[in-house]
Nanobody, 112 residues
Framework: QVQLVESGGGLVQAGGSLRLSCAASRSIFSRYAMGWYRQAPGKQRELVAR???????QYADFVKGRFIISRDNAKNTVYLQMNSLKPEDTAVYYC??????WGQGTQVTVSH
């Protein structure tokens, strides 16, 4: 049973923006800290941004000032607003819940 559903990936030119969405079941969204990770070809999966268990946010250094993680509790959805995208941001982006559950991933491709 799919419990994390991502959307919003696609192809964008460098400097452009995309917003990713991750819809979760209510039980997951209310119980676990949510976050976004990414994996580029030939590289390990890495943290992009996440909510901590205390509700604060944590960002990877390479996205600070460009990406914003947010959540809509009424919709059980977490978002990743990605601005000033760079070609090196190209990766499959995964939604995560509690460091245990993963979405299917959504491809983000940034062209030069």
């Amino acid at each position: 049973q799919v419990q994390l559903v991502e959307s919003g990936g696609g192809l964008v030119q460098a400097g452009g923006s995309l917003r990713l969405s991750c819809a979760a079941s209510r039980s997951i969204f209310s119980r676990y800290a949510m976050g976004w990770y990414r994996q580029a070809p030939g590289k390990q999966r890495e943290l992009v941004a996440r909510f901590t268990s205390g509700g604060s946010t944590q960002y990877a250094d390479f996205v600070k000032g460009r990406f914003i993680i947010s959540r809509d509790n009424a919709k059980n959805t977490v978002y990743l607003q990605m601005n000033s995208l760079k070609p090196e941001d190209t990766a499959v982006y995964y939604c995560n819940a509690g460091l245990m559950m993963w979405g299917q991933g959504t491809q983000v491709t940034v062209s030069h």
